[in-house]
């Protein structure tokens, strides 16, 4: 059961889970430009499961974690020793993590301490500064012969290949409900599919191709798709990789997207 935030002029110690209907409050602890941003709001909206605990100073959050059912995790406010610690031991049975944190001084060193390792990720959007959601547009290029285009329905996320896409998403409902997704379809069977996590007026784009199908452009047909089914609804398109991915990062210049920064993370199986 999620604990009630401590009173006004109260503190905690140690992280404390949040209640569903306490989750609006630790919005303010993630800037505009934190990595991830739509994983963070996806989860406080209710539109993918996780859990989020935390730190609790005069009754108001300081620090925060927030665990999708993915690997993505995402740590935003005030980071301490102490914060990795905990975020060992909460995290502990969830299998690979990729805690994303704010950077700062010896943060790589603390998360490295609780046993974590130190990596970075790439974020791509297209510039905001000279797009708005509703005048960028992806390309729209045309399915290879042979393969259709397809929303992704309840009934087209059950022969999905992509276990990312299950794993942030749990159930074809949620995913009808809560994500954007296209699949190209070939023989009955889906090829390759792309999804998009949407929070806080961004949309994360995500990718999957099925091995019997790589290497035939499919990939940037069904992420076009759903970047393009974004900007439309006024959507600002965010794919984040790897720094060593050199077919994600590709693809993400192909679809228009710039890279706006790299960011740190702190990879451990729990």
Request: glycine share 10%; hydrophobic share 45%; with cysteine.
């Amino acid at each position: 059961m999620s604990a009630a935030p401590p009173a006004p002029g109260t503190d905690r110690d140690q992280l404390v889970e949040v209640a569903a209907a306490d989750l609006p409050r630790l919005v303010p602890l993630f800037d505009p430009d934190h990595p991830n941003l739509a994983f963070a709001h996806a989860v406080i909206d209710g539109a993918i499961p996780g859990r989020a605990w935390a730190h609790f100073r005069n009754g108001a959050p300081v620090s925060c974690l927030i665990a999708t059912t993915a690997p993505f995790c995402l740590a935003a406010g005030t980071m301490t020793p102490g914060f990795f610690m905990e975020a060992a031991t909460l995290l502990a049975g969830h299998g690979e993590v990729q805690l994303v944190h704010p950077p700062g001084p010896g943060i790589g060193e603390w998360a490295e301490q609780a046993g974590f390792t130190t990596e970075r990720r790439l974020h791509f959007t297209h510039t905001p500064f000279t797009h708005t959601p509703l005048d960028f547009s992806a390309p729209s290029p045309l399915a290879p012969d042979g393969y259709t285009l397809v929303r992704i329905d309840a009934e087209t996320f059950s022969g999905l290949d992509s276990p990312m896409a299950r794993s942030i998403f749990g159930t074809g409902a949620r995913y009808a409900d809560h994500a954007a997704g296209f699949a190209l379809v070939k023989d009955g069977r889906v090829a390759a599919d792309a999804h998009g996590v949407i929070g806080g007026g961004l949309i994360e784009l995500g990718i999957h191709t099925h091995p019997d199908h790589r290497r035939k452009g499919l990939a940037f047909v069904v992420l076009a798709a759903v970047s393009r089914w974004g900007s439309r609804r006024g959507l600002r398109s965010v794919m984040t990789c790897h720094v060593h991915k050199t077919p994600s990062i590709a693809l993400a210049r192909k679809l228009g997207l710039t890279e706006e920064f790299s960011y740190p993370i702190a990879k451990a199986t729990c």
